[in-house]
């Protein structure tokens, strides 16, 4: 059992080596990420997005009055915004009502001759 033993241990050994430094090869640089900047072609596909003013890496949603980050994902991002479950709440309750519908006032018909007071 201890000559097991003795063997992995040696085995670990080679792992351990410190004839090899770190400082010799510095590690690869990563190289850099494009972000997608908001293309206006999109607000014929999504009509509740809109571009942000003043920066190209977040669109507006009109639906949920929110702005929201493109910049990894591009036109991507707007297809899961577009398919999540607080944006189709908000579309669902902007169809159901309207708020201009609420302030309208409707005049009954045959009534709208006769003076209220």
């Known amino acids: 059992m201890a000559s097991s033993y003795v063997a992995d241990k040696d085995q670990n050994d080679d792992c351990n080596d410190d004839s090899i430094s770190a400082s010799e090869s510095p590690p690869p640089r990563k190289k850099a990420k494009r972000l ?21 890496f977040q669109a507006h949603c009109r639906v949920c009055t929110r702005k929201f980050s493109i910049a990894h994902g591009g036109k991507n991002d707007l297809t899961v915004h577009g398919k999540s479950d607080v ?19 409707s005049i009954p018909t045959g009534l709208d001759k006769q003076v209220f007071w």
Do not use: T
């Open 36 to 56: 997608c900047r908001f293309q206006s072609s999109w607000v014929d596909e999504f009509s509740w997005c809109q571009k942000v003013p003043g920066n190209i």
């Open 87 to 105: 944006h189709l709440k908000n579309v669902a309750a902007a169809k159901s009502s309207s708020v201009a519908a609420f302030f309208v006032r």
